[in-house]
């Protein structure tokens, strides 16, 4: 049996340390962790803890551990969105291969500018687009390349954020703002880029955006409401108060998901008590329509595909459930897929209906519907054979950026049409 592969994270936050580290648990023969940086002790401390990780092997910035000789086959970035680029080229030019958190930058050039370090070093960059690596699209991409449906004509695609997730992320949280993180299209839905890109089979040739701030802003606020969530005299009748998503709410509150995402973000063991001191003093107290935040809440693209295929895309905050679903249009037939359900509906003209069921996954292994194991499954098989060049590589995740920022582009310049050279001039 060979190695496990060894890795070093850097950023042991709820990505690195709480969705991708846990791999080595659940396959030990698979993976190890060996090395881990971030500014925050605990963090370190729960890394020690729960991996043997050694102190010194323990790191309080990407700088210190970068200063290191190279320690560990993979290197996974998972810091803020902006502080994704210096620590991935300076690995590179250590010698790891890298597993870089999405999005890889804001910025065109330096997405260029990383796809050509890449190739110079010779290092494997899988880009965490984990939606690849799910049952459901893959199978979805299958059916579509085998002509299930005939020639393929159209796609649509809806994320649905769920209110109290964007509220949490997008309105309170660390993706609040572009100036500190991304924009919402990148720091979201470059995950839907990409799967659009995959399904469509072809490059993307031109996009065409709408999307603004509509709702989260300070007009908007209820008459009685309060800076502070635990303060506000119309708290009750909010969908969006802090004491529900974080304590009651079914799907995010500490009393039925237990002390996981999203309270963990607020603090790093969450308990009732320990939320509810977050929530009278932190960011994640704050009445959601006088936070900083100065993101889309809701956005539509429209794009073409040089094989002809049209798509479009549509996120909105203003959901109930969190998934993601689909629709593909064929000369033969169509298909309906909800992620949520892990289910695709075919029709083809004429015939009865056929249902996939590709079946309930086991909760620990359910991130972004399985694709967060799944993909660490395909890093490891990556780097055992040698290649460099992976579903996700650094090529076509580059490409699936690009669509987005030129999204970004149309939507400030009120919707016009952006051809992608416009944004891809490398």
Not at 88 to 104: F, R, S, V
Not at 146 to 174: C, K, P, Q
Request: with cysteine; hydrophobic share 40%; proline share 4%.
């Amino acid at each position: 049996m060979s190695k496990p592969i060894t890795v070093a994270i850097c950023g042991c936050g709820n990505r690195g340390l709480e969705a991708y580290a846990p791999f080595a648990k659940a396959f030990p023969d698979k993976m190890k962790v060996v090395a881990g940086a971030d500014i925050k002790p605990e963090r370190l401390r729960m890394l020690r803890e729960r991996y043997g990780v050694p102190e010194d092997m323990c790191f309080d910035s990407d700088l210190s551990m970068l200063a290191a000789p190279r320690l560990a086959d993979v290197m996974v970035i998972s810091t803020q969105d902006q502080l994704h680029i210096r620590p991935a080229m300076a690995a590179l030019e250590k010698g790891y291969h890298l597993l870089l958190e999405k999005p890889i930058s804001a910025s065109a050039e330096e997405c260029v500018a990383l796809r050509e370090k890449a190739h110079q070093c010779k290092r494997a960059v899988v880009v965490c687009h984990v939606l690849r690596y799910t049952q459901f699209y893959s199978t979805l991409e299958r059916l579509l390349r085998e002509g299930t449906v005939g020639r393929l004509e159209t796609i649509d695609a809806m994320e649905h954020v769920a209110y109290w997730h964007f509220a949490h992320s997008y309105v309170r949280g660390n993706w609040r703002r572009e100036d500190e993180s991304s924009p919402m299209i990148l720091a979201k839905c470059c995950h839907d880029m990409d799967i659009l890109r995959w399904l469509a089979g072809d490059r993307c040739v031109s996009v065409q955006s709408f999307g603004s701030l509509d709702y989260f802003k300070s007009e908007n606020a209820p008459e009685g409401s309060a800076l502070r969530c635990l303060d506000c005299a119309v708290k009750d009748a909010c969908p969006y108060d802090a004491e529900k998503i974080y304590i009651t709410n079914e799907a995010s509150g500490i009393r039925h998901v237990g002390p996981r995402w999203p309270g963990n973000v607020l603090v790093d063991h969450p308990t009732e008590e320990s939320l509810y001191e977050a929530m009278r003093t932190g960011p994640y107290g704050r009445c959601v329509f006088h936070c900083d935040n100065d993101v889309a809440d809701r956005q539509t693209i429209n794009m073409e595909f040089a094989n002809g295929v049209l798509a479009t895309f549509t996120v909105s905050a203003f959901t109930e459930r969190c998934y993601r679903s689909v629709k593909v249009t064929g000369t033969m037939g169509d298909i309906v897929g909800d992620l949520d359900a892990n289910r695709l509906f075919i029709h083809r003209f004429g015939e009865p209906e056929e249902v996939i069921d590709l079946g309930l996954l086991q909760e620990e292994y359910a991130g972004h519907g399985g694709g967060d194991f799944g993909m660490m499954h395909y890093l490891c098989g990556l780097i055992e054979s040698g290649s460099v060049e992976g579903l996700t590589g650094i090529d076509a995740s580059v490409e699936s950026h690009l669509m987005g920022l030129a999204a970004e582009v149309s939507r400030r310049e009120g919707g016009r049409l952006v051809k992608m050279e416009e944004v891809d001039r490398a």
